[in-house]
């Protein structure tokens, strides 16, 4: 079984993969693909560059991943631009990473990925897990955990497609709005009833 697991910008998407991780799931893990896909040397980092500028790439020649943060939260053609570049190199090693555990031998495993609705990635797994929060829980938590202005936050947002929009696409959803201890409850009931199917 190929478990989808998403949400949107701090809904509590890491947390819920890191007691997934803890209950010895393997986990792919579509942000640090990211990081890996325009590490030092890489084509797509290249690309990057000769599209959007000498400016976002720091002194040590890897990417300034705050300047571009900045660039395309704050304009849908520059994310677009970016998503052309950067998701077909982050679909690739996510696919790789997954041949590779089902060929260890791994029955089920977790794809962690923020974007999974937006870039229509549902036919990828077999159920989608949609991890959920009220819109200022959401706004709250992403200022602190980022230390992002208002501003920041909402236009960070505003970049994907609204919580209640993924509910509706979701197998099952946790309420992530409570203690941690709720959530892990949430999602070791669903994990009984997915694996007795
Ligand atoms: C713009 C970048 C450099 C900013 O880096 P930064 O370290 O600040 O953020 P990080 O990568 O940790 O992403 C944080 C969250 O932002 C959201 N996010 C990232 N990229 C996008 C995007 N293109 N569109 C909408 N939301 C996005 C996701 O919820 C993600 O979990 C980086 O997010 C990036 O390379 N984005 C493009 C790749 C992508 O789409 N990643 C999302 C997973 S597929
Ligand atoms: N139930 C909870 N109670 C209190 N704080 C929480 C809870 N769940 C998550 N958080 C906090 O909210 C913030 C966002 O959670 P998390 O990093 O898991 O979200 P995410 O969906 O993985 O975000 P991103 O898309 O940016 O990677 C973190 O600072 C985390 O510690």
């Known amino acids: 079984m190929i478990i989808g697991l998403t949400g949107s910008i701090a809904s509590g998407k890491s947390t819920v ?14 942000d640090v693909v990211a990081r890996i896909v325009v590490e030092k040397g890489t084509k797509t ?4 560059k000769e599209v959007f500028g000498e400016e976002i790439i720091s002194e040590d020649g890897s990417l300034n991943r705050e300047k571009l943060g900045d660039i395309i939260f704050n304009s849908p053609h520059k994310r677009k631009q970016l998503n052309d570049i950067i998701h077909p190199a982050i679909r690739e090693e996510m696919l790789r990473q997954k041949e590779e ?3 260890e031998g791994h029955k089920t495993i977790v794809m962690d990925i923020p974007l999974l609705f937006e870039s229509k990635l549902q036919s990828y797994v077999n159920k989608i897990l949609v ?41 099952a959803v946790i309420y992530n709005n409570g203690t941690i201890q709720s959530t892990e409850e949430q999602l070791k009931k669903i994990l009984a009833i997915w694996k007795s199917e």
């Open 101 to 103: 555990l089902l060929t």
């Open 17 to 30: 993969s890191n007691m997934l991780k803890n209950l010895g799931y393997p986990i792919i893990d579509a």
């Open 45 to 48: 980092l290249e690309t990057i």
């Open 131 to 171: 991890v959920t929060v009220t819109e200022e829980t959401q706004l709250a938590r992403l200022m602190a955990r980022n230390n992002f202005t208002l501003d920041e936050a909402k236009a960070r947002i505003q970049s994907q497609l609204p919580l209640s929009i993924k509910e509706q696409g979701a197998d």
